[in-house]
C-alpha cells in the first residue's frame, strides 16, 4: 500500500495532503460541534513524537479500560507503525473487547522534531471504525500531539521516559448521527537501558466532548 502510494505522490506532497485535509476536517468540525449525538468513538493515543525510521516497522499493543462511556470493560488492541520518511510513519490498529470490533488506519507527521531543548509536535490523521451495541461507528480523526525525551540515570536505573500530550478529535457518524467526541490524553513512554524486550506506555484519557474516559497500558517492541 505505501509503495502505491509514493509511486504516485512523491513523498514531499503526502504532508501537504494530509495538512489540506486538516484543513477541510477543521471547517467541517463547526456545524457538528452544535448537534447532539451520543457517539462515543473507541480513542487511544499510545504514541509519541518518536518515528520509525524509513523502511522499519515495529509492533505493539495496548489494553484500554473504559471507565466511563457506552462500553465498560475492557479493549485489547494491537498496532503495527511503518517508518515512511524522516518525519512521518503509518500506523495500522486492530481490537475489540468491551467495544466488539476496531480498526484503524493513520498518518503521522511530525515536522518539529524532539531537538535539544524543543519538544516533538506532531499530528495524527485518520480514520476509524468501531462497532458496538449492534451498530457501527465511523470516526475521522486528527490528534494534535506533543512529546519530549528525558533521561533518567541513577545507580539503579538507566533509561529515558518520553511524556506525551494530546488531543485527540473526532468526526464520527453513529446510528445516522453526527458527533464531535473530543478527548485530552496524558501519557508516558518508558524505555530501560537493560530491558530490550520492549518499551512500557500509560495513558489517562479524559472525556471533553462524547468520548469515554479510560486508563491505557501498553507495550512497543523494538523496530525490526
Not at 81 to 107: C, I, K, P, Q
Not at 147 to 172: E, H, Q, R, Y
Not at 173 to 184: H, L
Request: glycine share 8%.
Amino acid at each position: 500500500m505505501i509503495k502505491l502510494m509514493t509511486r504516485f505522490f512523491p513523498k514531499c506532497l503526502i504532508p501537504v495532503g494530509f495538512a489540506a485535509i486538516f484543513t477541510g476536517f477543521s471547517l467541517a468540525l463547526i456545524p457538528a460541534l452544535f448537534i447532539s449525538s451520543p457517539a462515543f468513538a473507541y480513542y487511544t493515543v499510545q504514541d509519541t513524537g518518536n518515528l520509525v525510521k524509513p523502511n522499519q516497522e515495529a509492533i505493539g499493543t495496548s489494553l484500554q479500560w473504559i471507565t466511563q462511556g457506552p462500553t465498560l470493560g475492557v479493549n485489547l488492541l494491537g498496532h503495527l507503525d511503518v517508518g515512511f520518511n524522516d518525519s512521518s510513519n503509518f500506523r495500522f490498529e486492530a481490537g475489540g473487547g468491551a467495544t466488539d470490533a476496531v480498526l484503524g488506519a493513520y498518518y503521522k507527521w511530525v515536522p518539529f522534531p524532539d531537538y535539544e531543548q524543543q519538544p516533538a509536535v506532531g499530528f495524527i490523521f485518520g480514520a476509524q471504525y468501531a462497532h458496538y451495541h449492534g451498530a457501527s461507528e465511523v470516526a475521522a480523526r486528527i490528534v494534535p500531539l506533543a512529546s519530549k525525551k528525558f533521561a533518567i540515570t541513577t545507580d539503579s536505573v538507566s533509561g529515558t521516559v518520553t511524556p506525551f500530550v494530546a488531543l485527540p478529535i473526532g468526526l464520527s457518524s453513529y446510528r445516522s448521527t453526527t458527533g464531535v467526541p473530543v478527548q485530552i490524553a496524558f501519557g508516558a513512554k518508558y524505555h530501560d537501558d537493560q530491558f530490550k524486550v520492549c518499551d512500557f506506555m500509560a495513558e489517562l484519557d479524559f472525556d471533553v466532548n462524547q468520548a469515554p474516559n479510560s486508563i491505557v497500558i501498553g507495550a512497543q517492541f523494538p523496530a525490526f
